[in-house]
């Protein structure tokens, strides 16, 4: 989808003002950690994919996207993911008091503190072991699809419609896209390669690159 979360190559949003590494905080208030738990938690139930997060989190009004800080969309999506699940209803999102209590006969898994912690602390694979002919190969020309979604994707709008040179088939991933809408595929994952002057115009420097990881349904042979 073309949102507003889509910045990348936008002008006119003013200056980078970022905070140093070594002085950033993890949080920058408790309701944020809090806030980072209920997602992990909410998210241990098995409703939704790490993909539709994404999603949730992105398809706002541009307007409340912009002026949202970061935890707080997490927080907007987290409340839209779990009204539309069937997980909580609006009135209880409205008032705070639960009128029910979800369980395992509601289609959800039953979060376990100790397998999320180890969970987050191994981290998890998208990589599929499947058998797939890869559409695309190392050193090969392709172009990103112009084509504008209505729901998620991973290829940035700056780059549809541009030519890159694919440097790595990563192999099978899971198709971030698809498994937005609940639909787990497994397609090839490349690192493209692109010019900044294919990107930019002549005002890209002619020594700079972009590598962006794109899947077979982002790209097409040049």
């Known amino acids: 989808m073309n949102g507003a979360h889509d910045l990348g190559g936008m002008d006119g949003l003013g200056p980078i003002n970022p905070e140093p590494e070594t002085q950033e905080p993890v949080f920058h208030a408790d309701w944020e950690r809090k806030v980072l738990a209920l997602t992990l938690a ?3 139930l098995g409703r939704w994919s790490i993909d539709a997060a994404r999603h949730a989190r992105e398809n706002r009004h541009p307007i409340d996207y912009l002026s949202s ?5 997490w927080l907007k999506a987290l409340e839209k993911q779990l009204v539309e699940n069937g997980l909580i209803t609006s009135e209880e999102l409205h008032t705070g008091r639960a009128e ?3 369980t395992p006969e509601d289609g959800v898994r039953v979060p376990d503190r100790a397998a999320i912690a180890a969970g987050l602390a191994r981290g998890k694979s ?4 499947t ?7 190392a050193g090969q020309q392709v172009r990103v699809r112009n084509v504008h979604p209505k729901g998620h994707t991973r290829a940035p709008r700056y ?3 541009r030519i890159g040179t694919v440097r790595e088939d990563y192999g099978v991933y899971i198709f971030a896209d698809k498994s937005a809408q609940g639909v787990e595929e497994g397609q090839h994952l490349y690192s493209v390669a692109f010019a900044a002057p294919e990107l930019w115009g002549p005002q890209g420097a002619a020594a700079d690159q972009v590598m962006i990881d794109l899947w077979d349904d982002h790209l097409e042979a040049v």
């Open 159 to 161: 780059a549809r419609g």
């Open 69 to 73: 800080r970061y935890y707080e969309l």
């Open 131 to 137: 058998p797939l002919e890869p559409r695309f190969k």
């Open 100 to 102: 029910r209590r979800v």
């Open 126 to 129: 998208y990589k599929l072991d």
């Open 42 to 44: 909410s998210g241990a």
